[in-house]
């Protein structure tokens, strides 16, 4: 069965000055020929008064393109008209596709669906695009680009290569020896062979994960009451997002603000003050709910005593206040929100420590379903450095190139694809 042929406005919201329509399936030569008259040069943009197919009716003047398949976005033929962008426009071509036999419009993702099921893209690049679709940073977007254009797709290509390699040793193995007399040499060969594979797996698994990227480094305000917490949050994010009081116990419920600080995506949370002995009920769940937030901190700014800091990986020790003099031995930084005295300082130490706690640039970034599956893939090749027998070794390696097949979705995916399709917009 052929599929629909499917039609969307694939570039931004009308009213704009241009609007690029998309067509593509096995109809869209036809569609193209019904509204513009005759198909154009492949790849050449040429200029046509749009003709609705039934009366005849101008509808607008475009310029065409026609991309016959299957070396095209999708695999599949495709057209584009680049309308004008006005509301009436885009809906008297929609209404004149939607009239020809076999033609639709686009649900969200299914450009890039096809694309998927065509061979053109893997699940990997595609999970890249729709990061790339919603950067927002640089970093972001450097990232995604990156990973979209193969970066990670090529590192599972050469551990499936040498996956292929080590299954194809084994089944010498099997072939060549007695059941019961697996040449010694051959087996530490193969041993040595998963061992070294093993510890990449694990080096990419060490990284920091893609979703630190994508949602922003969850950056954790601490300290105890009256610290000057919130102030400095206000002046970190540029606006009033938390309200100050010289009232002890301020700030109780935990206050996010997301901002972007030298192209890295931060989610800024602002805590009640931490004290043992609060009386007043909701400042204590407030309480809680700071130390839960810090249990979950990528980095914790601590604007409490030194002798009190929490136990954390990745923490600057500010002594606020600065502008009332400043006296914490040993501080990381001094600053004072309320006259931006060292926030440009805390900032640049704010961004050297988020780049290490990023996934780092030109190397592939894990996401938690990646991630996922590079651990199976580990634990797999592990249990086949275990194995004594040839036949559950071969069996392991099997198992262990399943995982990387879903990585980038040779196989048993489909119920991750609405998912990721479902988040791309109408169009794509
Ligand atoms: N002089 C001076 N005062 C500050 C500074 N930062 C905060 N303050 C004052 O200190 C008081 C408490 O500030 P907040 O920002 O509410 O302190 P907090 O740590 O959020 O307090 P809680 O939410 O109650 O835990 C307010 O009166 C602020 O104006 C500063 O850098 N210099
Ligand atoms: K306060
Ligand atoms: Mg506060």
Known sequence: MSPDTIFAVSSGAPPSAISVIRISGPHSGAALTA?????????????????????SHILDSALVLWFPGPRTATGEDCAELHCHGGR????????????IDGCRPAEAGEFTRRAFANG????????ALSDLLAAETERQRKQALDQAGGLLSRQIEDWR????????????????????????ASAEKLRR?????ASEVETALATPPAERLHDGLRVVIAGPPNAGKSTLLNRLVQREAAIVTDIAGTTRDIIEAPVTLNGIAYIFTDTAGLREDSAD????????????????ADIVLWLGAA??????????????????????AGADCVVSAKTGEGVEALISQLTKLAQTLLPPLDQPAWNAR???????????????????????????LRLARLALDQITGRSHVEDMLDTLFGKFCIGK
Do not use: C, T, Y
């Open 307 to 328: 002798w009190d800091k929490p136990d954390h990986p990745a923490l600057i020790d500010i002594a606020a206040k600065a502008d009332l003099g400043a006296d914490k």
């Open 193 to 197: 062979f998963l061992s070294d594979l």
């Open 120 to 127: 053109v893209m893997d699940l990997a690049e595609a999970e």
């Open 35 to 55: 509204l513009a008259g005759e198909l154009p040069e492949p790849r050449r943009a040429v200029l046509r008064s749009l003709k609705h197919p039934v009366d």
């Open 161 to 184: 290569q040498r996956l292929l390699q080590g299954s194809a040793l084994v089944e010498s193995e099997l072939d060549f020896s007695d059941e019961d007399d697996v040449d010694a």
């Open 370 to 396: 990646q991630r996922g599956l590079l651990r199976a893939f580990a634990e797999a090749l592990g249990r086949a450095q275990l194995g004594e027998d040839m036949l559950v070794v071969g069996e392991e």
């Open 88 to 99: 009436a426009v885009i809906v008297a071509v929609s209404a004149a596709l939607g009239a």
């Open 281 to 296: 009920a909701v400042e204590a769940i407030g309480i809680n709910r700071a130390q839960q937030a810090l249990v979950r």
